[in-house]
């Protein structure tokens, strides 16, 4: 038998990638097109090597670029310069996220932090005077929030703004070194004007966290009285944007300044807001501001989508060692081991696309909604969107890394992007919120069952509002369809290798789920059991933390898998849904495959058939192997945008 | 109960760092010192931000002054500048790794792999013509070994080195663009010469791979003639090291420019080896180059120390949240999550620790024995160096990753050096060997039982060979000791509960070596099945691939476990003992829980045990915690060197 019928193919076209890319593109793909086209321009060239000083000037360009073609606030109001379409904000966001990271936060901070500050937490007044002139970046605003001490714990930050009602003026002050504003992207060079978290204050009453705008810079650039700015330096990525320090010296900004959809103060210094209790605004107001997370997600998905775009075809075309010193070498993607490390990264990749579009869908749907929308539709929202940007930005640093050590020592050039992705988006792993504490916040969402009261951030909190629920009540809010399941798993059934086949969807969901629900049930009774036995209520979150992160992950998987699965149900093709579902079984299976321990120590699956799941993880991957180069080509990233000379279509 | 006694305290100084140092510092403290005095000095503090051209240059200068304290070369002959130390070599590049390593690099180039190649490679004739000067760094080199096209399958490299007896001359070529010298450290900027791997061709006859020495520069530092260099320019790291890409055009060396150690040429043109078999010699010359893997693996585990010293000293410093609102906040140290993402990494660089010393152990005495040495012993060493190599600079890149994250923005700075180390690091990945392409060949030297015949890298002579040998006379070989459980097997013997104390060392090296036997028989046996079935070797190989490289893995973790064991034993400090132990227990038993999926699969442990394991992994972080501090101090990174702001021990 000839090697060459013996090694599977690594190339098949069969797969019409340009049908599949109208896939994923999915109903912005106009948009998407748009922004492509944008960055194809020779301007938008990647650049590497550049001084940060230039670096941050020609960020700056490109972002004015992109605001002068309108691309900045498509889902600001009609009025203010945008298309009133939350969802086209996050897919920009997105799609941009293939080029120069240091332009996507310095679009991010300006268009969706500052100006989505003034949107979500300003009233009329504001939007009046800040909007239009921040949709075309004509005002340069920054997001001050981070305090040096205080990175996660937004809710004890310590600058303050306090009412004067003498001159009807707040007080913007830093008490301490601990309370400068740290880290923030715009202060250092470009930012004129900032929304500044303070804790307010009124009348000697402190009502928490506000927002204020509070001015900078002068038409000059020079800083204001009272506002000293350092510049962070070097980082370790993103060197195009401009972060900073900021301190505050007495600094005094009118009464309007307050930045008041939630918490108004009158001239005579009284304090009113529609929200009475001052936890349930802290996390209201913060909610506003889920955009971006939901953003950083669908840019972690693309960087995602970027490495494995150079490594795959990378692995396509790089030949190495073969049969004999006679036979050709074989295509890198012919090894078993290559295929294993990047394959089953790029059934996830394609998994997470999907489980994204929904997760933009449902912003959009509560974002329009507005006020309508009930609390709880917002906290699952939230819950969901804390979880998977998690999810998706830890899978870009695994996928990046893998990436790179798959491409060796071209991987390595400068030129071929995978480093400067890897150390811009390594960030996105602690920004918008750390991940470990995100994954904490989404499983305190599925624990409290989004409930209506607004449990505390703080950890005592938690533990005792799910302690004071019924295990099983919670459950069944949750997990009201596999109840029954989750309460047999007492007796725990083993999957034996006869059972069926294993790709079939219903039966993956049916595994993922019963994990999630498992690992729920047995946090819940946990907690319950731990209190029970009078522990101290911190020491009992401290004890339960790692378990209920694998809750939330578990979660945030089978939500992954049913958004994967419906696309693959609602695709009309059959060549591309015979494709997907391949996707799919990788990804599912090499997820039950990592993680079969669980499975197993829990007698969910037996050893026999965790074996079998390794074979067909095997001939998945010789499977998609086949088609590795049209589902990369199907993310439609342009040569000019890629940049990577090892990852160009052409080349 | 207060907050305090239930919350673990993280800081513990009973355990005597300065004891614990020593301990690690082993018999080569004195030379450790001298390098850490030398790098405190202020013109070796931590630089970031300099454009290549100025790093490279400041990088050039560091490396004159190591050799100008005659720190280069400790392994060469005392005749030539060195003191006959092979270890020292190891030891000295593994302290290095704790500072700048573009210096690192340059400093490996320039004494281990150009004067690595002349003093192993080479003849009396060379040695006196080249290593004294190379000790001095007044002779620049560089080892121009890969090819654009030919990564890892060196053997099959392309540049020419024809014999023209007319002229008592070789002709180096590079035959096409394929055939370039490509990534070669020292070649953009400042080599004068390099080691050139070429086919040697005498009287039309190919005689496979051998190395040259062949000028590049003149004095002026001007290529010379059929030279052609251009710079790899910029990379994801090491920027202060001059990578290059190198063309020869018909370049003519005198006869004795072959380093002929395994392979001389007569003036009339006949090719004489002390080795018959080209294959075997073609690996006996690589081989010696072994120095480099164990090197890189020294310098990998210094990494993931710096990167942990600056980690979990921000860890114990950093508060973040707490009990309730008015209590103090608590050290990240303290919370689990934490303790789980940093205080295994801990545990396992302290093993890998011990399993490095023994390395360089054993490479000293290999080395020092010389031509004495067992073509089996020598190739365990390869083995090993090859396995190690691989585990130590995956866990560097995991750990610095890892420890990025953990520290937040902060970590993200710059300054706080983390980015740095990453993006260092990341190619101890690839150099010296693809960590892929070297867990395989660590695979195949366990598999072949450390064979007197040479199997070809070629995965056809390695399925033959292993076809053609019994599995169990394989088995004995390599696992003589336990043969009887290996076999005994066939019937899986679960691990109960209640089977005894899980710390226990003895029971814990039971375990990974059951892992490796376990492993490593089934993939014998599979590789002779499938062969028996009439399968293509090659395709066979391929199927089997990813189980061959876990058997790698298994075989390396239990060599970690041994050495770790052994050092606590010989541990005579009661307190440095139990210190250890328990960071041996922790780091044994988080690689049984990462792995659990596998002794659970094939019965060897039941799930109540490894939910008792999970339970003992949080105690023992929780333990550990509290010594964590005086832990990192034992690594002895001086401030200076450190650099990082929230890494140091005075901060």
């Known amino acids: 038998m000839s090697v060459a019928t013996q090694s599977p193919p690594t190339i098949d076209q069969a797969l019409d990638s340009d049908a599949l890319q109208e896939l994923l593109d999915g109903p912005h793909r106009a948009l998407r097109e748009r922004i492509r086209e944008l960055q194809r321009r020779p301007e938008f060239a990647p650049v590497s090597g550049l001084q940060p000083e230039a670096y941050r000037a020609r960020v700056l360009e490109w972002m004015r670029a992109i605001a002068a073609e309108g691309l900045g606030v498509p889902g600001f109001p009609v009025r ?32 969706g932090l500052w100006g989505g500050a003034v949107l979500n937490l300003g009233t009329a007044v504001h939007h009046e005077r800040y909007l239009r002139a921040t949709a075309a970046a004509e005002l340069l605003g920054c997001f001050a929030m981070t305090e040096a001490g205080r990175g996660s714990n937004v809710q004890q930050l310590r600058t303050t703004a306090t009412f004067d009602p003498a001159t009807d003026q707040f007080v913007i002050d830093t008490p301490d070194e601990d ?30 966290v506000h927002a204020l705008v509070v001015p900078l810079r002068d038409g000059d650039g020079q800083l204001l009285p009272g506002v000293r700015i350092e510049d962070d330096g070097l980082k370790a990525g993103l060197n195009g944007v401009d972060n900073g320090m900021i301190w505050f010296d007495r600094v005094r900004v009118p009464r309007e300044a307050l930045l008041n959809r939630y918490g108004s103060v009158s001239a005579d210094g009284v304090y009113s807001s529609p929200i009475e209790n001052p936890n349930k605004r802290f996390f209201t107001m913060l909610g506003t501001l889920v955009q971006g ?55 996830r990749t394609y998994a997470l ?34 979880g998977l940007k998690a999810a998706t930005s830890w899978h870009a640093v695994q996928t990046i890394q893998t990436c790179r050590e798959c491409c060796g020592g071209a991987g390595y050039m400068a030129s071929n992007r995978l480093g400067t992705l890897r150390d811009d988006v390594d960030i996105f792993t602690t920004f918008e919120g750390d991940n470990t504490v995100l994954t904490l916040l989404c499983a305190r969402g599925i624990l409290t069952g989004y409930a209506h009261e607004v449990g505390e951030l703080n950890p005592a909190g938690l533990v005792t509002f799910v302690a004071g629920q019924a295990v099983e009540a919670i459950l069944e809010r949750i997990f009201a369809r596999q109840i029954g399941q989750v309460i047999a798993d007492a007796i725990p059934r083993s999957d034996s290798a006869s059972e069926g086949p294993l790709r079939d969807p219903e039966h ?28 101290d209520a911190f020491e009992v979150f401290r004890a339960v933390q790692d378990h209920a992160a694998a809750a939330a992950s578990a979660y945030i998987e089978s939500f992954v898998l049913r958004c994967f699965a419906e696309a693959v149900e609602g695709c009309a093709d059959r060549s591309l849904r015979e494709a997907l579902g391949q996707l799919l079984s990788l990804y599912a299976l090499s997820d039950i495959e990592r993680d079969k321990g669980f ?46 000379p090892i990852g160009l279509l052409g080349a």
Chains 1, 2 share one sequence.
């Open 508 to 535: 993956l969901r049916e595994l993922f789920e019963w994990r999630e629900g498992h690992i729920t049930a047995s946090v819940a009774s946990r907690f319950r059991r731990r209190l029970g036995e009078g522990n």
């Open 353 to 386: 696309h999907f489980a994204q579009q929904e997760l933009t869908r449902r912003f959009d749907a509560v974002t329009r909604a507005g006020d309508v929308v009930s609390d709880n539709e917002r906290r699952q929202l939230e819950t969901l969107a804390a």
């Open 179 to 208: 309370a400068r504003k740290e880290y923030i992207g715009g202060a250092a060079r470009h930012a004129q004007v900032a929304a500044v978290f303070a804790q307010l204050i009124v009348g000697g009453e402190c009502h928490g």
């Open 80 to 111: 203010y310069g945008g298309h009133d379409d939350p969802a086209a904000n996050v897919i920009g966001f997105e799609t941009m996220g293939h080029s120069d990271l240091s332009l996507l936060v310095k679009f991010g901070v300006q268009f």
């Open 293 to 347: 997370r939901v953003c950083i997600s669908g840019a972690s998905v693309s960087a995602a989508k970027s490495a494995l775009t150079i490594a795959i075809r990378h692995g396509l075309r790089r030949r190495q060692f073969g049969p004999s010193e006679e036979a050709p070498e074989v295509p890198l993607l012919s090894y078993r081991t290559h295929q294993r490390r990047l394959l089953p990264l790029l059934a």
């Open 599 to 644: 499975f197993l120590e829990h007698g969910r699956l037996a050893g026999a058939r965790t074996k079998q799941i390794t074979r067909e993880v095997n001939d998945l991957c010789d499977a998609v192997s086949r088609q590795a180069g049209a589902l990369v080509d199907a993310f439609g990233i342009p040569d000019e945008v890629l940049g990577a």
